[in-house]
């Protein structure tokens, strides 16, 4: 079973679908829809080639600021100086990171599920993802603490030559 998974820019999963039966292409506008609703400021999302359609292209472009969709195959004049703008090679190069998520999905659990049926899996994909998340505030923490820590350090040594 698939799992296509919406992140955001700081590292959390916001949203996630079990794919039944269905593809990349038709589930990238209702996904990207229900993400839309709980999260309203989102701008733009990148999606993988494996989304696009002609159909895609115009609906999500319709929800979204700024849409990262490459197109397979050849490309017309206007596809071209699309995917060669600056802000679409930025928002693609970070592309990369939910990849890392993915991985991430599956050193928390989800590369072998440990429920039963469709919705035992439905429920333990929630699951891991929740861990995840909980795993990338922690991560956060721990950084905004290493800096609290440092900057204590650059006090007092300042103190003791002063």
């Known amino acids: 079973m698939r799992v296509c ?18 593809t990349d292409d038709q589930v990238a506008v ?9 999260f309203p400021a989102l701008k733009s999302c990148s999606y993988d080639k494996g989304f696009h359609s002609p159909q895609n292209q115009q609906d999500l472009r319709k ?3 700024f849409v990262v969709l490459p197109k397979k195959g050849k490309r017309n004049s206007e596809e071209q ?14 592309h990369s990171a939910v990849e890392s998520a993915i991985n991430a999905l599956e050193y928390c659990g989800l590369d072998r599920c440990r429920d039963y049926g469709l919705e035992g899996f439905k429920r333990y994909v929630a699951m891991v993802i929740v861990a995840r998340n909980i795993h990338r505030l ?14 204590m350090q650059r006090r007092s040594v300042r103190k003791k030559t002063a």
């Open 81 to 94: 100086a699309h995917e060669a703008s600056e802000q679409f090679g930025e928002l693609r190069r970070k």
């Open 30 to 38: 209702q996904i990207t829809r229900e993400t839309k609703e709980r």
């Open 63 to 65: 929800e979204l600021d």
């Open 138 to 151: 922690g991560c956060i923490l721990q950084k905004q603490e290493q800096v609290r820590e440092n900057e």
């Open 5 to 22: 998974i919406v992140e955001s820019s700081d590292g959390f999963i916001l949203h996630h679908m079990v794919m039944e039966n269905k």
